[in-house]
């Protein structure tokens, strides 16, 4: 068991949360005089719910998770700076994130002036749990797993995550962004066996609606109560409580995409592998390929030129001459590969 009280910082947890209008009166009434709202209805001139009821009812039916067990963020980027500011002290306590992973975690830490401590993977991206746990010490508050993770779009493998979660007595967030588009079903079916663990999903990717800025964090009923504390009253805007609403009533179209997708992923890497100047195409559990490639950086800016924006993930760790490709429409796609397979070894050679 984990003591949420000994890992939780002292200010957060003996803070008094800021009281809203909404949080004092919740229900029907006739005469709304309490929130200084401008009564005429614009019709954005109330404020939103501060905890999204209505669409947490429709996310728990989707995910099979209580409604207590989720809290909804300015996307994933919400949680991901929260969880830090309610478990690590600044200048005192860090974190340990597996490297290469999603570049938000090491910034959110910076900006909030937590240790960073990466722990490298093994050399085809396995998770590493022993070399991981080692890194931790007394002060390390929480362990970032990203599975599949990004940039390297493998899943990081069921026993692996579990030794992670079991032998570490902090809290692991395991952010499942890319989990649609994974064979693995992720860990959101075992939430309730683990209290230290937080999972993040998001509807930036397979739903699609990255503009909306919706995030998702399930865990234990404290861990939430402890987000909700800090976070922003309203930080959920009513058009994207009603818009996601829209989408989840519809839930068949994300299946859709995902399913072209990964039709489409399958495409993609069949083509690629006939591109000589591709020497690996890396295992993918996501909407993305990653691919190590002969002068990835010249390639990069070649096909900026032919106006196709990829990821040069050249200067990441493990990633040397790596670019990362999001699988598009199939006429994106396509138009990829007609611009890598005008390139030759000969003129690259040259470069
Ligand atoms: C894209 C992505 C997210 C999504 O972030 P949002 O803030 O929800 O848009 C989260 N984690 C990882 C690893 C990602 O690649």
């Known amino acids: 068991m984990i003591n949420l009280d000994k890992l939780v910082r002292k200010n957060i947890l003996s803070l008094t949360p800021y ?62 700076d929260l969880v830090m500011r309610v478990f690590c002290e600044p200048g005192i306590d860090n974190i340990v994130a597996i490297e290469p992973t999603y570049g938000m975690y090491r910034v959110a830490a910076q900006i909030n002036n937590i240790e960073y401590i990466p722990v490298t993977l093994s050399e085809n991206f396995d998770l590493l749990p022993d070399k991981l746990l080692k890194a931790c010490n007394a002060n390390t508050k929480l362990i970032f797993l990203c599975s599949p993770n990004n940039p390297t779009a493998n899943y990081l493998g069921e026993d692996a995550i579990r030794q992670v979660i079991e032998n570490f007595q902090g ?17 959101l079916p075992e939430l309730t066996k683990y209290p230290n663990l937080i999972i993040l999903q998001t509807f930036s990717k397979a739903w699609g609606m990255a503009a909306l800025r919706l995030g998702m964090a399930f865990a234990q009923t404290s861990i939430i109560e402890l987000m909700n504390k800090v976070k922003y009253p309203y930080n959920i805007n009513m058009l994207t409580q009603q818009k996601v609403m829209e989408a989840l009533a519809n839930h068949q179209q994300k299946e859709q995409w995902v399913n072209i997708i990964l039709q489409n992923r399958q495409w993609l890497i069949n083509e690629l592998s006939a591109i000589e100047l591709i020497e690996t195409i890396y295992p993918s559990d996501a909407n993305f390929v990653l691919v190590k490639i002969q002068q990835a950086s010249w390639v990069y800016q070649y096909l900026v030129e032919q106006k196709i924006i990829v990821r040069n993930r050249s200067n990441v760790k493990l990633c040397n001459n790596c670019l990362r490709i999001t699988v598009g429409t199939a006429e994106e796609n396509a138009k990829l590969i007609a611009a890598l397979k005008k390139l030759s070894i000969p003129s690259i050679a040259s470069v």
């Open 171 to 187: 809290i692991v967030v395991l952010d499942e962004a890319y989990i649609d588009f994974s064979a693995h079903r992720g860990f």
């Open 19 to 80: 009281s809203s209008a909404r949080d004092e009166f919740q229900g029907e009434a006739e005469v709304y005089l309490d929130a200084n709202e401008n009564p005429f209805n614009t019709p954005y001139n109330r404020y939103p719910d501060p905890l999204q009821l209505e669409l947490k009812e429709t996310i728990s039916q989707l995910k099979n998770v209580p409604i207590k067990n989720i809290f909804l963020g300015n996307g994933s980027d919400e949680p991901i």
